[in-house]
């Protein structure tokens, strides 16, 4: 989030032709366009299960459109 709102007013994109494009939002910030889309469900934003991030992305972002990876069931084998 916090590079998205840092990179994206500097962010400059060309056509085929290297001619550059208008922002298609330019006064809605990265930040608030991200989360829009997250809401709507039109985002999901993925985590591996263990990873520490996960509750810092949920403050950030809201508790919508997350979704992780597992490995449940996971299979025990008894070595006896």
Do not use: C, W
Request: aromatic letters at 14%; glycine letters at 8%.
């Amino acid at each position: 989030m916090h590079r998205l709102d840092r990179s994206y007013p500097h962010h400059l994109q060309v056509d085929i032709d290297g001619e550059f494009l208008p922002s298609s939002h330019p006064e809605v910030s990265a930040r608030e366009y991200f989360l829009r889309h997250v809401k709507s469900g039109n985002i999901f934003v993925g985590f591996d299960g263990d990873d520490r991030g996960l509750g810092y992305a949920v403050r950030e972002a809201g508790n919508h459109s997350f979704v992780f990876a597992t490995d449940f069931p996971h299979e025990s084998f008894d070595a006896q």
